[in-house]
């Protein structure tokens, strides 16, 4: 289906606003998907957040210029799917992860902050834990001292417990071992 001008003119301004919030834009390769697998894909990125389109390849590159994302231009070329998303991660991993179970995806390439990342960097860059595994793993490690802290504390407070009552039960002992001498 052909577009008109003001189509275009509204395909590259949504395009080009998702871009302007965007960390990561990965571009695949979607040749011989069938419509069922890619509706599968379409849910799994709007589940993680991710702006996922088929775009004319002219538009796409016009909606990258001038911008951090515009070195991906050159490689808009053939059937691209792009996978936009505000998250540094979340694009990359969601088409990585298609790209595993379905063959006929194949990652061209990505850009992150201004990087281009070749097919080996977008699957590095999708092996990176979500932003909330980072964090749980941050606070785990913050929490390890204190807990250790308070171990250490309590064993300290159960060892003087038990060292206070033997004192305690031989000094009656004591005094009645004195008591019986005298």
Do not use: W
Not at 34 to 44: E, N, W
Not at 107 to 121: H, I, M, P, Q, T
């Amino acid at each position: 289906m052909s577009l008109n001008l003001n189509d275009k003119k509204a395909v590259v301004a949504e395009i080009s606003a998702k871009v302007a919030s965007a960390q990561t834009i990965v571009v695949a390769e979607y040749r011989g998907i069938q419509v069922g697998h890619l509706t599968q894909l379409r849910a799994k990125a709007r589940d993680q957040g991710v702006y996922l389109r088929v775009l004319k390849n002219t538009l796409a590159r016009r909606a990258v210029e001038g911008t951090a994302f515009a070195s991906l231009a050159s490689e808009m070329t053939g059937p691209l799917i792009y996978s936009i998303s505000d998250d540094a991660v979340a694009a990359a991993k969601v088409i990585s992860d298609f790209s595993k179970t379905n063959d006929k995806l194949v990652v061209k390439a990505g850009n992150y902050a201004g990087k281009s990342l070749d097919k080996a960097a977008v699957t590095a860059l999708a092996n990176i834990p979500s932003r909330e595994v980072l964090l749980a793993q941050v606070l785990g490690m913050m929490l390890v001292p204190v807990a250790s802290f308070t171990r250490g504390l309590a064993a300290l407070a159960a060892k003087k417990a038990e060292g206070a009552e033997p004192v305690a039960a031989a000094a009656p002992a004591a005094e009645s071992t004195e008591a019986a001498a005298e």
